[in-house]
């Protein structure tokens, strides 16, 4: 059974950091590709950032250079650093694989004050 849970949301000011971890099991976490998600109310689930399991990363253009993807394989765990914050990265995080199917977890909220 694949379960992803993430942990690591919360309130920040403008300006601030926060990390995003992602626990995975019931998967080959090495063999994964993984993928950071966000939404808010009333919009489309939207890409944020993904690694191969090489460890190549893609991101999108707004968090280019403020957000950084990482993995740590041996402890199964996904991360998402995200620096430079602005209000509009308020949204609930999602971590996700593919694996024949969509696997999400349940989401972490972050709320970014200005």
């Known amino acids: 059974q694949v379960q992803l849970v993430e942990s690591g949301g919360g309130l920040v000011q403008a300006g601030g950091s926060l990390r995003l971890s992602c626990a995975a099991s019931?998967?080959?976490?090495?063999?994964?590709?993984l993928d950071w998600y966000r939404q808010t109310p009333g919009k489309q689930r939207e890409f944020v950032a993904s690694?191969?399991?090489?460890?190549?990363?893609n991101y999108a253009d707004s968090v280019k250079g403020r957000f950084t993807i990482s993995r740590d394989n041996p402890k199964n765990t996904l991360y998402l650093q995200m620096n430079s914050l602005k209000s509009e990265d308020t949204a609930v995080y999602y971590c996700?694989?593919?694996?024949?199917?969509?696997?999400w977890g349940q989401g972490t909220q972050v709320t970014v004050s200005s």
């Open positions: 996700h694989t593919n694996l024949a199917l969509n696997y």
């Open positions: 019931g998967i080959v976490f090495s063999n994964a590709r």
């Open positions: 690694i191969t399991s090489g460890g190549s990363t």
